[in-house]
């Protein structure tokens, strides 16, 4: 279960999937005057101190979250009537295709794929998802062969193994394969865990020993969860990855910047 701000994040974007503009306020999160889990969650993680400010304290918190990836919200809210619009239907959408697909095994490769289709609108250079199962190169010859374009030398895949740990690569605009840098992008359709994250990367750090441009420590290695990463739930001392959660796929409001100092 997503953070409680993140619970009500999801349950406003089924709210205005249905309908936008719409009201929502800390009445809907009672019943017959009694607080419902959820508004007591809100309350006790954002420190409020009377149901009036929950709703507004989550959406500030959520605003914030969204700024430090340099996104904004997909709705408005006006605080003075509790009304909601819907800004960008888009993610908005996402967001609940997403939500009906966290921790279902079956879905792994929708997940996997809209992963990859939202990554594509949001970054430049070129994204290939290459988890099993595939829609064309399927066998371990057409796998191999099609990473070798992406500057592996040697074959990954060698025995039963069906991905070698790899769902998608993101190669970035800069140098020429080999010595093009990229992004690893593993998938879990789940909520946040480090131990699953540890467990997928193990494949994924082996494979990429089978580049031949660069080595493996070049390229950043990710982990996007069905879920919100917020930084209470990392571990202080450094990670040897890079925590993604689905606001890390919302549209950018600036897509590139430059600071000189």
């Not at 970035?172 to 992004?183: D, M, N, Q, S, Y």
């Not at 917020?230 to 959660?245: E, I």
Request: hydrophobic content about 40%; proline content about 6%; aromatic content about 6%.
């Amino acid at each position: 279960m997503p953070l409680p701000a993140f619970e009500l994040f999801e349950i406003i974007t089924q709210e205005l999937a249905v309908a936008s503009p719409m009201v929502f306020t800390h009445h809907n999160l009672q019943n017959n005057g009694q607080n419902l889990p959820l508004l007591n969650a809100l309350l006790k993680s954002l420190k409020g101190s009377s149901v009036l400010d929950a709703i507004p304290r989550a959406v500030d918190h959520l605003q914030a979250h969204f700024a430090e990836r340099g996104a904004a919200l997909p709705f408005n809210y006006q605080r003075t009537t509790g009304t909601f619009t819907t800004s960008d239907p888009g993610y908005v959408a996402f967001i609940n295709d997403m939500q009906s697909m966290r921790g279902l095994g079956k879905r792994s490769r929708d997940f996997e794929c809209t992963v990859a289709e939202r990554l594509r609108d949001r970054t430049t250079g070129s994204i290939h998802r290459v988890g099993h199962p595939r829609d064309t190169q399927k066998t371990t010859a057409l796998f191999n062969a099609h990473l070798k374009t992406l500057g592996f030398d040697r074959p990954v895949l060698l025995g039963r193994d069906k991905d070698g740990g790899l769902a998608i690569l993101w190669l970035l605009p800069l140098g020429a394969v080999p010595h093009t840098p990229f992004i690893s992008v593993q998938c879990k359709n789940g909520e946040f865990s480090l131990d699953a994250a540890h467990k997928s990367l193990l494949t994924a750090e082996a494979s990429l020993t089978c580049h031949a441009g660069l080595n493996s420590r070049v390229h950043v290695p990710c982990v996007l969860f069905n879920d919100y990463i917020s930084q209470d739930m990392l571990r202080k001392h450094p990670s040897s990855f890079v925590p993604l959660g689905l606001t890390d796929l919302a549209p950018l409001t600036n897509t590139t910047t430059l600071t000189r100092i």
